[in-house]
């Protein structure tokens, strides 16, 4: 026979124990959410029945049976075995009893359990984007959810979905201190464009140690940006010579604040010209007629040069478009264009009718004004009885032939009428070939040595 004092809230309770000699009281401080195993020497033949209270005052255990409800503390596994494994669920002062029956009496031991308060549910989720700002459709969205387990005691259970992205995933335990980090991506469609934005809501349910039920939401926006994609059409030369090259330049520029990807310029050459060549190193189809630029960043220009020749009509209006894979701020600066109005060369190409080779400083050679466009240029004069008596490529070509010899002089450069005079003062007729798309102009020029009968 025992005499225990057992104090609660101050109030001192006597109890009158019949235990054996092999039961002694315990008193145990526990957490929240942890289990405790209890247990009596078993003894064949004995029978176990364990019991627990959280409502003390007065009560003789002897006699009353275990008042305790499950949800604040319950045995896991039973309760007639010579152990049992109890849980504790909620913070208070709890006894347990075990009555164990030898066949003849009862003998009945008493514990004590402290259940402290712990933190059993600080879960968070959190969810980051991989980018702040998409700007077109098929822009791929990495998020990465992070769950972390802050609390002192293992969470179970979890569920976390993220309806955008079809996520629906398990978490079985998250152990205190750990954390479960997901990975799950989102393309961009149409209508998040013409949203402006992409809000993606993570929720996570789950349950803590003690089934407490909890319910976290991870939210993250990312905004829609737009680039802003300008082109200029340049020309070297707006009234260039039929038969001439001209150089075309595109500038296509990024004013907006991101970068624009898989940029491409729609630029089809019109019938008055014949492409020659580009410096884009292959990135401009002439089957397609588009200049594949590819990625322009903010604030970032790429250029294109390509050189047509003029044909000898057909449009000359040359239009370049901008696009890139997806919607623009401002559609006006995305379309240049660009035209010329050529001339025909015989307008720029004046031939005299007479010079005078005697060194008298006036028309002394045989110029022709607008030859400067035709670097190229042939010339061969016969006298009348059809005797070539000069011939000279890249005529009046200053850069060529140096200034004294671009012109004829009034001597013959044939060998077979190679003398040390000037030819003899006569008409003589020219071919002219300005270059090899415009027909050879033909003429007849006088030869005199005589100023006087110059006439301007
Ligand atoms: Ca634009
Ligand atoms: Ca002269």
Redesign the pocket.
Known sequence: MHQLKIYIKGVTLLFILLLSSTLGYSQLTVKIGDTTTLSVNEVSGETYVWELYDLVDGIDFAKTRGNCPTEKAKFLNGNTNSFVVAQWLKPGTYFYKVTVNNGCSNNIKIGKVIVEDANIANVTLTKKANKAVITAVDDEIIYTLTVKNLGEQSVNSLVLTDPLTNLNRKIASIAPNDSVVIQTSYYVTAEDLSRGYIENIATLEGKTIVNESFKLIGEKVVTVAFANLSIYKTVDNTQPIIGDSVQFTLTVINNGTVTANKVKVIDKIPSGYTYINDDSNGKYSLENSTWEVGSVKAGESKILNYLLRVNKDGNYVNKATVTYNSLDTDTIDNVDIQATEPIEPITVVKIPEIF?????????YFKIQGLNYFPNAKIRIYNRWGNLVYEQNHYGNTDYHGIEDAWWNGFSNQKYLFTHNILPPATYFYILELNESIKPITGSIFLNNN?EE?KQ
């Open positions: 005078s080779p005697n060194g008298d400083g006036i028309q002394d100023t110059i």
